[in-house]
């Protein structure tokens, strides 16, 4: 019997939650038993194979205490004896590493952000590697998150590229789409992901092009103060920010550009997505973004928290539909690349090699 447990923050909205959740069924495939494990107690927004058991740490101890999740989770790898833990997420790969120490349990780790620009102390960068000694093996996402694991931590570094979680018939299907005069974006309304330079960007592109709208998918804390911004310079009446949708895909075909502006990112699954679609993105110069986007080539980057440049490109999108139409074309052949087939068959050789 081959048991592996899946360890991650929760089944809620956001990037890493998807890819665990979809990563479920070849799991599922390939060993007897798969056991999810999410840490926090959140609202359920993707569904996992039903075949694997699942618990959430928070709801099985009654709360939030660090100490009591990871004495529950540690009870739990004494009593199942897994063959394998994999772990997502820094902070939660820390606390795996911790509380299964003298177990002999064999636990892959797999970052999901770009350790090098997260806002942390160096010290911390320190204690992470420091804890991540303790891994097996260490999953990255691109060869900028590569870098950041040197020295004895190099040569356990493996890069896997997120999947395009995308049916092979939507492909290409934004450029056979009539558009309309709109600016999408879709990310969680958190600090991290900058909406208010998107905001700020679209306010002065709007002052040239007045019939556009911009919709930012997602939710977040911060809705209420976008909003707010969005009203206070004077576009409130074209930024909506109407929430998650589980039908994304559809709902942006028709816009005629995707802007992502993250602060930080390890590898952002709505610009793969929006990139083969066929939209044309502007991107951040964020891991990920300048690892896949050949700048105006197959998208468009621009520097972190530069409202200027992004409504600069804006501007150039707007203006040139048949380049934008050449950039939507070049980046819809990532999907070669990227299909989740491809990526979670390097999935199931790479565990396979390292059962």
């Known amino acids: 019997m081959s048991k592996i447990i899946l360890s991650f923050a929760t089944l809620a909205q956001g990037g890493a ?34 075949r694997a058991r699942w618990y959430c740490v928070e709801k099985e101890v009654g709360g939030k205490n660090d100490l009591r999740r990871m004495r529950w989770f540690r009870s739990l790898v004494k009593r199942e004896k897994p063959d394998l833990i994999l772990s997502f997420l820094e902070p939660f790969n820390i606390r795996v590493l911790l509380c299964t120490m003298g177990l002999g349990v064999k636990t892959i780790v797999a970052e999901r952000n770009d350790p090098m620009s997260v806002n942390k102390y160096w010290i911390m960068n320190q204690f992470e590697k420091f804890v991540y000694r303790r891994a097996d093996k260490i999953l990255v996402q691109t060869e900028t998150v590569k870098k950041f694991f040197d020295g004895k931590l190099s040569g356990r570094t493996h890069i896997i590229y997120n999947p395009v979680n995308l049916s092979e018939e939507m492909v290409g299907k934004a450029l056979l789409t009539e558009k309309k005069k709109r600016i999408v974006s879709m990310a969680r309304l958190m600090p991290q992901k900058n909406h208010d330079v998107l905001i700020k960007a679209f306010a002065k592109f709007c002052k040239l092009y007045p019939d556009y709208t911009l919709t930012i998918y997602g939710e977040g804390p911060l809705q209420d103060s976008l909003e707010q911004l969005a009203k206070s310079l004077g576009v409130g009446d074209k930024v909506s920010l109407p929430g998650p949708s589980k039908t994304i895909h559809q709902d942006i075909l028709d816009a005629e550009m995707m802007c992502l502006v993250s602060q930080r990112e390890g590898m952002s699954n ?25 700048d105006g080539k197959n998208g468009l980057l621009v520097d972190i928290g530069n409202e200027e440049q992004l409504a600069e490109k804006m501007t150039l999108l707007a203006n040139q539909p048949s380049a934008a139409k050449g950039i939507g074309e070049n980046a819809s052949k990532l ?21």
């Not at 939650?17 to 479920?24: D, I, Q, Y």
């Not at 599922?28 to 840490?39: A, G």
């Not at 709505?270 to 050949?294: F, H």
Request: include cysteine; proline fraction near 4%; charged fraction near 30%.
């Open 270 to 294: 709505a610009m793969i997505e929006a990139m083969c679609l066929g939209l044309p993105c502007i991107c951040t110069k964020v891991s990920g973004a300048i690892d896949l986007i050949e």
């Open 17 to 50: 939650a998807r890819v665990c959740a979809n990563l479920s069924t070849p799991l599922c495939d390939n060993y007897d038993e798969v056991i999810l494990v999410t840490w926090a107690d959140k609202p359920q927004f993707y569904e996992y194979d039903h």
């Open 335 to 355: 999907y070669e690349r990227l299909n989740k087939d491809k990526i979670y068959e390097e999935w199931m050789t790479f565990l396979k090699e390292n059962k």
